[in-house]
């Protein structure tokens, strides 16, 4: 329950018992159970005439039993380089943890001919680091990379330098056929961080 909330967002109890084949009112018994737990909480909206729907959302204390790769540990550590090595030293850290995971990312897409393919397979990767990521196509045919858990949010919450460059590593690893734009942010309070990747149509040049 905890993790369907997680991925697809705020839900009623009726779309829930969809979801997972069981009745609104099962639902609605573990919804309970979960919210006397401080794990999950509710909004009512009225979306049309009639009466007011309630969404159930995941609370702070929810999110927590996702994953966080030692963001506690990793928090404090980057604290001890500010303060032994200032900020140059903090700045060649991250810059040194930036290009380890571009290389990798580089290495891993390589051999992936398709940009539908290295996307999907970019969010295997994100996923096996703990982001929940996963891929799509809007509308208008961009690809879609959104990760639905930070696995380092604590840490970057208290160093946003740790993925100020997600933009610049993702775009690297994919090429200068796409132009890759971030719309939603975690750390700006979205509930996950979604990505566009837009193929660039270059013209071709006629002759002179």
């Known amino acids: 329950m905890l993790y369907s909330l997680k991925v697809a967002g705020p839900q009623t109890a009726t779309s829930l018992g969809q ?119 809007d509308a208008d045919g961009n690809f879609i990379l959104i990760e639905n858990h930070c696995p380092i949010c604590v840490a970057a919450r208290s160093c946003q330098k740790l993925c100020r460059s997600e933009l610049e590593i993702f775009q690297a690893a994919l090429g200068p056929s796409v132009e890759v734009d971030r719309f939603e942010h975690i750390l700006k309070g979205a509930r996950r961080c979604a990505y566009k990747i837009k193929p660039i149509q270059r013209k071709a040049l006629g002759r002179q």
């Open 19 to 137: 979801r997972f084949h069981i009745t609104a009112v099962a639902v609605r018994q573990m919804l309970g159970r979960l919210h006397e737990a401080g794990l999950v909480d509710f909004e009512d909206l009225r979306e049309s005439v009639g009466r007011p729907k309630r969404f159930w959302h995941l609370t702070d204390a929810g999110n927590s039993q996702f994953p966080d790769n030692h963001a506690v540990l990793t928090t404090d550590i980057l604290a001890s380089v500010s303060a032994i090595f200032g900020n140059e030293g903090l700045e060649r850290l991250i810059s040194h943890r930036e290009q380890a995971t571009l290389d990798q990312y580089k290495i891993a897409l390589e051999s992936v001919e398709t940009m539908e393919a290295k996307v999907e397979e970019l969010a295997k990767i994100r996923s096996a680091e703990g982001y929940m990521a996963t891929s799509e196509r």
